[in-house]
């Protein structure tokens, strides 16, 4: 026999069992991102290089996977080039197409693209895989699903309110418990501002964002690092740790803002988002004035979600980005977006039981298969069952009781469905549920209205 | 601004009409294999190249589109070696993963890489991309989905016979008109023996594949050609076309079959295949003795599906292989499967109007945005509707009414809202439906009783 085969490093196949769950997750999503309005789009897997290059940095676009070209890809190359050049030079010669990084680019590449089909605002959501050639280890793959909803070409703040509401939703449905972050980028701008750094705000926020995982010393230390003044530190952290309401901190810091026009514009964006939200919603929600999430095309609100289950990082993130089009001179194109973490939610949901049981994902019942006229009478009832959508096997084979009870067993399949000589002269089934081993015997139409 | 930015040849975005349609296919192929027991899997879109190589024939192999290795994938590969080394000998060197072709080899290689945790047998399905990089032309792509159920460990033919009505099924709830062609290799084999041609029976099922395409001239001259003796084709021909029911049909050739066992085996297979089905599910089956399906490594059943609605080619097919997992060394376990051609399926349902209307799978509610309270009216109105699982979207910016109703419009959002301030001050909201402009004005509760 061969060697047993496996799968590339950092990939994973997922069972029947982890499938169900997965799908009760993006169900789920989906179902909430719809009664929004968002809309489903897909793009390939395959993205030319030239829309990928240069979006994720130059460590992004190292663990870009890339495609060979097909056929003679070497066609065009001499021998001197193709000694003299080294790797790096190379893939770009004999690839021009690689896999999708995240959903964020080839959404912008989308909106460019069919700028002219769109209606704007234009919602979309969109679930899929996505490639990084990342070392491989705990919880990091080298493909794993995004779940991503966006709106392109509406500055309002009702988007971040809906966009709230709709992780509120999910985490509800899913049954998580959660505190939804949030905080605003011309704040930070703001702080930076007043700490005279206003030019260092992409140093600042890349260490701040820090601050829950390093704590405060060591962001302080960071911040020295890099050359912020004594002073500006000094002024920086005690802001970021402001304590009492939302309310109270925008307005103590409105009044050290006066002198920051992208500070005070931070404070009323997020006073007019809090303002949408009724006691019930806002009680789940909280201003954290240190959230940066380091991404740096933030440019407004920014969203951050920890589950209270278990200690896990975001669970969900997201934020406004003013200019993500921008990237392919479509400019002053306003959007707002979230991505789910499919995979750490479902850590979470593994790890605390909250995932549905399967006998309501999966097959509901087993027809024992005695053949013959037995069988007959089986399928005549599983075809009742399945009109009126119970999931139901036959199985397939006529083997011995015990091989047929342990694959339901295995199959976490609850009952089990027997119909000898006896139950069709009778015109019933012995129906055994499987957990307890309870026998219930009962007239087919009884069967049948047991679902209802 | 620089060039519009596009997408690899053969590639597709889907915008979110076609995401509509599509999940209209996927979700009703998926939840009719759930119904029959059968559960989802997914593998990973890369896989080693070891596993994916020889599987496909050499064309295939060189439809392959090839990952190249991360890092520095020129490292141990001398300057001499590199120059010497033609585009395919080199891309054995660089590459060691490719993108699936199929799903059958990847479920084969799941089945043996995890057959210590699996129970059989083994009902699976997967809808997933997979990739080709053949030469795009109208209706074939780089990148397709493929919805494959099949079920792997079992012999017996109710496994042949629930394929027949999970495609009876699916077809009835998308709306289709269909006729299912059945054959069994083993009958093929059977006539290819009895023609003293039994070794050719490659040969010949490929040719006799192309009898619908290319008609019986053509055939007969092709099998000519490679050799078939003039007798033998004289004795195939008449029974591929033999006329009458299925029952007479199998009763002919098992007069003639009586010195292949073969042909008798495939007889009885058959005859097994037609006990199971009442006559409304064999009026929508035909016996087709022509239907070869090229594919050699169908073993018993060979199943087709075809469109009453239009001319297309098949839109789903399968059949029983004996030895898919032999492959990977894992011997002698038989499967039987189908698969669902959903672009063509897509194609058929879009042209002869059969997709469900925007106002089902989309937004059912716009609600106008006049700003200030009536906003905060609007909102409220929101949630109770979408606390009733009612599709529901606020426009996010208080633009003017006639933008407002040109997105619903080109969204095709079937009602608007509006709740100005007298609507407001009688707890009332006038409804908008666009196909018509009928206006309805309704108390907040009879609003929320229209969608029960």
Redesign the interface.
Known sequence: ??A?????KG??????DE??R??HIFDTIKSVF????Y??????????L??LLGKYGDEGD??L????N??????GIG?EE??SA??SD??GR????G?RYDLTVPFA??V???RN?I?F?F??FQIQ?V?R?DRPQKGRY??FYQCDAD?IG???M??EY?LVLIIR?VFRRLGLKTLIKLNNRKILTGIAEIAGVGDRITDITVEIDKLDKTGIESVVEALRQKNIPEKSVEMIMPLLRLEGSADERLKHLEKIFAGSAAGLKGISEMRELFS?MNEEVSSGVELDLSLARGLNYYTGAIIEVKSLDMEIGSICGGGRYDDLAGI???EGVSGVGISFGADRIYDVMLQTGLFPPFSKT??RI?IV?FGGKE?AYG?EIARLL?AK?I????Y??AARMKKQFS?AD??HIPEVLIAGSDEISAGEVTLKEMAGGNQLRLKIDELLSRYE
Chains 1, 2 share one sequence.
Not at 34 to 37: D, K, N, P, S, V
Not at 94 to 97: A, L, Q, R, V
Request: net charge neutral.
């Open positions: 026999m061969p047993k085969p496996a799968i590339p990939t994973r196949d997922f069972s029947p499938m169900q997965r799908y719809t009664l929004y309005g809309q489903p789009i897909e793009t390939p897997a395959m993205e030319n030239s829309t190292r663990l996977f890339r495609i060979l097909s056929g003679d890809f070497l066609s021998s193709l000694v080294g790797s190379l893939s004999i690839c021009e197409k896999l590449r989308y460019v693209q069919h089909e209606t605002p919602k979309r895989p490639w050639a080298r493909e709106v509406s500055d309002s009702i988007n809906e939703e949408y392919f001179g479509m999966g097959t087993l298969n069988l399928q399945r959508g999931k139901t096997e036959v397939p084979d694959y295995s199959r």
